[in-house]
């Protein structure tokens, strides 16, 4: 696990020292993904520079540093992530090659020389984000793995410079980049609490989607878009659980996974794995102990409100496993002590609070391992989510409505009159009802009827956040197109949503940034693409069953987890927000959303924030909304100091200069 950055100098006019100087500033921002090893190449007669941080993982001699040339030295490549089958391909690539280390590297750069870019990008398995210059065809190609979980961002600054990295600090050491906000990006940020691909928050930088390659040709005037090279959308139609009957599924399964978690557990170094004690990470950490010597190291943790606290389920697996278990308990004050570094975590404003025990348990594990594998991604393959059910029982529901009666009844709830009728009223309804029943969720409906069973629209909607009326962003709020295409039922739709948004942008943003703040690795098997594309194409009766998801999971936990050790209610990795605004967060909040501050800023209506603020204390929960306009206004913080401290630096070399 590493971090790459570069650029291409379309107008030629800097010197070789100028492009080490720049390049070599670039990289240094990302020493945190990369602390063992770094390096830079440069062909200054094509505008090209590359740099890198190692943090090695495999092969940890010097024969592992990059940027690495193949042995034709057509290709030049700096690689973030891991190849997990690259012993097997080094197997295959040994008749044509032979080879001086022992890294995945290395690996890539033969295969690519032997079966070209995309041939290559077929037989990988793995995580990887990577630059691959072909000095033949003076040609830059980017690449985002098939899932996105390792990040890559690009764009051209004003000087007709392309730059790219791992992460949106690098830019910010380039002398040519202008970091302007790009206010489609606050807009839908407010809507998914994350900035949703392929944009970023600043202009003319985007993120590169996952399984989408883009090839830059130097000497070309025009940005290049990326191309996809794979897509869950474009997979069979074919159901293979269809074909197979439950207990071949569930054996096929069990193999898939197992070999996925064997070869992520190759590393030559410390490795462990998170374990939360729910469906997922259980089975992740059961498989690994059935293939393991000796106990695998797990790590969890707590906190003293019972309600989100996993830590006695997890502790209770661990037990029965046999792991080396090891948990930590957290309260506001550790909480107090992170919320500063967000900003500079995630470069970019990023409101999924479970943001905070992420970083908090991979600080922990750090101490003891450089690897961890996670249950990431299994909700979404399998149905974890209760919002897949509850929103699909609604929407399925309104598609049986004439659309003169959803047209009316969308009209009526969207009045603000509607609206101040249900706030009169609400107090007096039964609290277990209260919570759904509000102007907020009215509007939202509105919204479902108006959106005419397009399931996808509707699943927009079910997700989005702050999308009222009046909106809260002066200028308007337009929803944004989603990547994902709608195929078969509402249920179908939401998880290829989840696959193509939600995980990669959200989930995956979350664990890379977390625990490469503290240079840790997280793999996540069940994001070997091979389980992948065999869990889009099972039928429903093999996800949810009996008002549950994830039955074929559960199923399989079963072979090794007794099954009252997992069966509970899904808690979620979130952290008592609401609690802690109200007391240890309450002044750290009200600095951020103090009512002229917000106004003199100009990006959003004071007067929605401050009444749900209001409302938060007297003991209405908003902690979700408010959360997202406090990390937005703590980022806006740190990036008005950044600059700040950047321009006075340059002040200084200016002077010295004189």
């Known amino acids: 696990m590493c971090g790459l950055v570069g650029f291409v ?72 992530g891991e190849i997990y089958n690259f012993r097997t391909l080094r197997k295959e690539l040994e008749t044509y090659t032979s080879f001086s280390g022992n890294s995945d590297t290395e690996i890539m750069l033969a295969a690519f020389e032997e079966w070209g870019l995309e041939g290559a990008l077929k037989r990988f398995v793995g995580m990887f984000a990577f630059a691959l210059w072909d000095s033949h065809k003076k ?135 998170f374990l939360s004690g729910g469906i997922d990470s259980s089975l992740i950490v059961a498989i690994m102990q059935r293939q393991s010597s000796r106990p695998v190291k797990t790590f969890t943790i707590g906190f003293k409100e019972s309600a989100y606290n996993e830590a006695p389920f997890a502790k209770k697996i661990a037990e029965y496993l046999g792991t080396e278990h090891t948990e930590i308990y957290l309260g506001p004050r550790e909480v107090l002590d992170v919320v500063p570094k967000l900003a500079s975590l995630y470069d970019e404003p990023f409101a999924d609070s479970s943001q905070i025990p992420t970083f908090l348990v991979s600080s922990f594990a750090r101490k003891y391992v450089t690897v961890c594998l996670s249950g990431d991604g299994g909700d979404e393959l399998f149905g974890g989510y209760s919002r897949y059910l509850r929103a699909n029982n609604i929407c399925t529901r309104l598609k049986y409505f004439p659309p003169s009666v959803r ?126 594309e065999f869990a889009v194409c099972l039928p429903l009766r093999m996800k949810f069953r009996k008002g549950k998801g994830k039955w074929l999971p559960r199923e399989l936990l079963q072979k090794y987890v007794p099954k009252e050790l997992t069966e509970r209610p899904k808690m979620g990795f979130s952290i008592p927000i609401d609690q802690w605004l109200r007391g240890p967060l309450y002044d750290w909040a009200e600095n951020l959303l103090e009512n002229g501050r917000l106004k003199n800023q100009g990006i959003f209506d004071p007067a929605p924030i401050r009444n749900k603020w209001k409302e938060h204390c007297a003991g209405r929960n908003w902690s979700e909304h408010l959360w997202d306009i406090l990390i937005f206004q703590a980022w806006l913080d740190h990036e008005e100091a950044t600059q700040n401290l950047q321009h006075d630096q340059e002040k200084a070399q200016h002077f010295c200069r004189q």
């Open 407 to 532: 047209g009316f009844a969308a009209d009526a709830l969207s009045r603000e009159s509607f609206g101040k009728l249900i706030e009169k009223w609400r107090p007096f309804l039964p609290p277990n009802r209260r919570r759904y029943i509000s102007e907020d969720n009215a509007k939202k409906f509105s919204a479902l009827l108006e959106a005419n069973n397009n399931f996808l629209a509707m699943y927009e909607i079910w997700l989005s956040k702050w999308n009222g009326h009046p909106p809260l962003m002066k200028g308007g709020f337009e929803p944004l197109k989603s990547l994902a295409v709608e195929r078969g039922t509402f249920l179908d739709s939401a998880m290829r949503f989840d696959l193509a948004t939600y995980l990669p942008d959200d989930i995956l943003t979350k664990v890379d940034r977390a625990s490469m703040g503290v240079s840790l690795e997280v793999r996540a098997p069940f994001l070997d693409h091979r389980v992948v």
């Open 139 to 273: 040609q830059l190609h980017l690449v985002r793995d098939r899932l996105g979980e390792k990040p890559l961002y690009y764009g051209v600054t004003g000087s007709h410079v392309f730059l790219f990295a791992s992460e949106l600090k690098a830019f910010k050491a380039h002398p040519t980049f202008n970091a302007r906000l790009n206010y489609s990006a606050i807009a839908g940020y407010l809507r998914y609490s994350y900035v949703p691909a392929p944009l970023s928050i600043y202009e003319n930088v985007f993120k590169i989607p996952p399984g989408h390659i883009l090839t830059m040709t130097p000497f070309g005037s025009a940005l290049p878009k990326p191309v996809p090279y794979w897509s869950v959308d474009h997979l069979s139609s074919v159901r293979q659980g269809g074909v197979l009957s439950e207990h071949e599924s569930l054996r096929y399964f069990d193999e898939l996974l197992t070999e996925s978690i064997v070869q992520e557990m190759v590393a030559d170094v410390p490795l462990g794995a």
């Open 9 to 80: 100098d379309l107008s030629k006019k800097w010197n070789g020292w100028q492009f080490q100087s720049m390049v070599t500033k670039m990289a240094d921002t990302l020493i945190h993904r990369g602390p063992d090893d770094g390096g830079i190449w440069i062909e200054a007669e094509s505008g090209l520079a590359l740099g890198f941080r190692r943090l090695a993982i495999v092969d940890l001699s010097p024969t592992g540093h990059q940027p690495m040339v193949s042995a034709s030295k057509r290709y030049v490549l700096v690689f973030n």
